[in-house]
């Protein structure tokens, strides 16, 4: 029963109706007997921070999908490294934040085999960030794909920076969806499929019920391929680890709350 004592967490974007983080997470209160409730909320840009004030100061936090991530980054109290988060919660009378997104991108990564060789990065956003880091901690060099060379170039350089090697030229052992195309059923594909090369893996963080558009083809095309669902549960469990350190994630409740809902 939700009373006035229990905790409130939101993934909040724009749009965000698709999203089934509160099914992960609400699967994972009740089966740890935790007084707290998870939804999807809409919040614009201009509403963001305080949104995002009002939850942590409330003892709760949450998750910041598309478009927010790099600006909810400069809402929190420490610097965060690739200038993008995913999870919020509060601490210290202030708002924290992390990036789960490479948790769960590394999950996913291992779920196709860990395929070798660089990572294509297709996108610039937030989730092209995560992807980046997650590159980096799994030794891989990345190459970048955007609609715009300019913003690729820049992009890559940023990373650089950070420490991820550049790949430019060699082909791609996994090339990535990091943008948004795919949420709905008449979008473009983010990448052509017959531009990869055989043998590489796709991994498509956008996630749908009987799996995305771009998965279809690339499986047709025998390529290895998965959605976002690993990388969500992924994600989840990293930040669940955020907001109670002190509890284990229910890693295979909440698995299978994301099965019933894809189903």
Not at 73 to 83: C, I, N, P
Not at 133 to 139: F, K, Q, T, V
Not at 237 to 255: G, K, N, S
């Amino acid at each position: 029963m939700i009373t006035g004592a229990t905790r409130v967490y939101a993934v909040l974007g724009d749009p965000v109706h698709h999203s089934l983080s509160p099914v992960l997470y609400n699967a994972a209160f009740r089966a740890l007997g935790i007084d707290a409730v998870s939804v999807a909320l809409r919040a614009d840009a201009p509403s963001l921070p305080a949104v995002m004030r009002a939850l942590a100061g409330a003892g709760g936090g949450g998750n910041i999908t598309v478009p927010h991530k790099r600006l909810a980054a400069g809402l929190v109290a420490t610097a965060v490294e690739g200038g993008a988060i995913n999870t919020f919660w509060g601490e210290a009378a202030a708002i924290a934040g992390a990036n789960t997104d490479p948790d769960g991108i590394l999950a996913a990564w291992d779920g196709l085999g860990s395929p070798a060789g660089q990572w294509l990065i297709v996108g610039t956003g937030g989730s092209a960030i995560a992807a980046a880091l997650a590159a980096r901690r799994a030794g891989a060099a990345i190459a970048v794909s955007s609609r715009l060379p300019s913003r690729a170039a820049q992009f890559l350089e940023r990373m650089t920076d950070l420490g991820v090697r550049s790949g430019e030229g060699g082909e791609p052992g996994l090339v990535l969806n990091c943008t948004p195309l795919g949420l709905r059923a008449n979008d473009a594909l983010p990448f052509p499929v017959e531009a990869i090369p055989e043998g590489a893996a796709v991994l498509d963080l956008v996630y749908r019920a009987g799996e995305t558009e771009w998965v279809r083809h690339a499986k047709a095309a025998r390529r290895p391929a998965m959605d976002g669902r690993e990388v969500l549960l992924g994600q989840a469990i990293a930040a669940f680890r955020c907001w109670y350190p002190e509890h284990r994630p229910p890693t295979e409740v909440m698995r299978g709350a994301l099965a019933h809902a894809l189903r």
